[in-house]
């Protein structure tokens, strides 16, 4: 007698096969795609570097961070993003660069917020928020240079120190920095300062909350 179908022995092997293969395949393909991103964002981080040095280079001065506010007016609470000054009038970099593909936007905050974040040191963004002769401003211009470039990293949070201020200390600069190294899903933002891109802090002694992330938009 011919045989013309499988058992279901034979059935079940198959799908434990493929089972097997999909467990291995998909997180490797997840882990491929946040690399990916990893590079996408260290890119664009080194463009905007760059954009930044050649509006220096035009203006005599670095370009003030954008100031985010939602549809009444009202500023967020930490509104230092990547400004449209460095795409109009003149193209320094290009829009697509503007915005963080780990950020997250949420219902009723403009785009903007989804941008990376931006700091230069040596301005006064806000009134109210400390300026160039602050402490931590100048603490933070030791470290990082006269700039900082800011990206949510695979946990898509802003891991900040746990006493997280104004901007008037100089650890209220130093984030938690993301290393591959630690782990593809560690926590930390990936940050560039002037120099390059930041892995730690040496000789700063930073407690961190990374149990609780901050939710940026808080």
């Known amino acids: 007698m011919n045989r013309n179908a499988f058992t279901l022995i034979e059935l079940l092997i198959v799908v434990a096969i493929i089972g097997i293969l999909a467990a291995i395949a998909v997180p490797n393909f997840m882990n491929a795609r946040m690399r990916a991103t990893i590079a996408r964002i260290q890119g664009d981080q080194q463009a905007v570097a760059t954009a930044v040095e050649m509006y220096m280079t035009d203006n005599s001065a670095f370009p003030s961070p954008?100031?985010?506010?939602?549809?009444?007016?009202?500023?967020?609470?930490?509104?230092?993003?990547?400004?449209?000054?460095?795409?109009?009038?003149?193209?320094?970099?290009?829009?697509?660069?503007?915005?963080?593909?780990?950020?997250?936007?949420?219902?009723?905050?403009?785009?903007?917020?989804?941008?990376?974040?931006?700091?230069?040191?040596?301005?006064?963004?806000?009134?109210?928020?400390?300026?160039?002769?602050?402490?931590?401003?100048?603490?933070?211009?030791?470290?990082?240079?006269?700039?900082?470039?800011?990206?949510?990293?695979?946990?898509?949070?802003?891991d900040l120190p746990k006493n997280f201020g104004d901007g008037a200390n100089a650890t209220d600069w130093f984030w938690l920095p993301y290393d591959a190294s630690n782990g593809l899903l560690s926590p930390g933002d990936i940050t560039r300062g002037q120099s390059g891109p930041v892995r730690g802090f040496p000789g700063y002694s930073i407690q961190w909350n990374a149990a609780q992330p901050r939710n940026p938009y808080d």
């Open 66 to 158: 954008e100031l985010a506010s939602d549809d009444q007016g009202n500023l967020t609470t930490w509104p230092y993003y990547v400004p449209d000054k460095l795409v109009k009038p003149i193209a320094y970099l290009s829009d697509a660069k503007l915005y963080d593909p780990l950020g997250r936007p949420l219902d009723g905050l403009p785009r903007l917020v989804s941008r990376y974040r931006f700091k230069v040191f040596g301005t006064q963004t806000r009134d109210n928020l400390p300026g160039k002769n602050s402490a931590g401003a100048r603490e933070a211009k030791k470290v990082l240079g006269e700039y900082m470039i800011v990206s949510h990293g695979p946990n898509r949070w802003l």
